[in-house]
């Protein structure tokens, strides 16, 4: 096949839906990211991994994202979140569907003959190679969502409610600090905060955890 014509066919078929989440992302804004989290294996991280490449990366992070799952599905919606031009998104886009391509494409030319060995064994085996990745990917999924159940059961055992923590806010419960550790992207597409709260980012927690009073009633909140 003409590489070319590989790298051209990608290109359509990556651009047109990224510059609809893009677009998406710039006029619905974190509502977008929720929707596509829900079908993430990982819901409760989904967006603060893909902000927290963006904080640590900039826009560059666009370059490579299509090699990360699940930060190529965020990506594109999160660019028109923070505000990345049209023209930028449209270059930075372009310029990683055809590195994404064009480095599959050189995978498949240097590797051809092992490639195609690959091919004949799987043939071959027949419907063994396609039971084997069910399964793999069957149990793949089951664990992340065995771990996430775990997750969330612990959670259930030290939460909050909205209507307990803004009664003892309003009393000025000297046992309780409130800590925001939402991350900078978070706090500046929405700019509120719970009064009284110490802004800890969540990836900073480890550096500053002295910083959290000791005596008192520890509520964190992260949305």
């Known amino acids: 096949m003409s590489l070319i014509l590989a790298l051209c066919v990608a290109l359509a078929a990556s651009l047109v839906p990224d510059i609809i989440w893009y677009e998406l992302g710039r ?3 974190g509502r977008v990211l929720r929707v596509l989290c829900r079908i993430s294996l990982e819901p409760d991280s989904c967006v603060r991994h893909a902000e927290d490449s963006f904080v640590k990366h900039g826009r560059g992070v666009l370059l490579f994202a ?21 023209r930028q998104f449209l270059v930075l886009d ?16 240097l590797f051809s003959d092992a490639l195609e060995m690959v091919i004949t064994g799987s043939s071959r085996l027949g419907n063994v190679v396609l039971t ?14 065995t771990k996430r159940q775990l997750f969330l059961r612990s959670l259930r055992l030290a ?4 209507d307990e923590l803004r009664g003892r806010l309003a009393v000025n ?51």
Do not use: M, N
């Open 132 to 145: 084997v990745a069910v399964i793999a990917l069957v149990a793949y999924v089951a664990f992340k969502f």
């Open 173 to 223: 419960d000297a046992t309780l600090a409130v800590v925001d550790a939402r991350s900078p992207l978070e706090l500046q597409h929405t700019p509120y905060a719970i009064p009284g709260a110490l802004w800890i980012p969540s990836d900073d927690i480890d550096q500053r955890y002295p910083e959290i009073p000791r005596d008192r009633d520890i509520v964190v909140y992260c949305t």
């Open 94 to 109: 372009s310029a990683a569907a055809l590195i994404w391509a064009g480095a599959w494409a050189a995978v498949g030319y």
């Open 66 to 86: 299509k090699f990360l799952p699940g930060l190529s599905t965020v990506a594109p919606p999160l660019a028109g979140v923070v505000g990345i031009s049209r």
């Open 27 to 29: 006029r619905r804004g």
């Open 159 to 162: 939460r909050i409610t909205v």
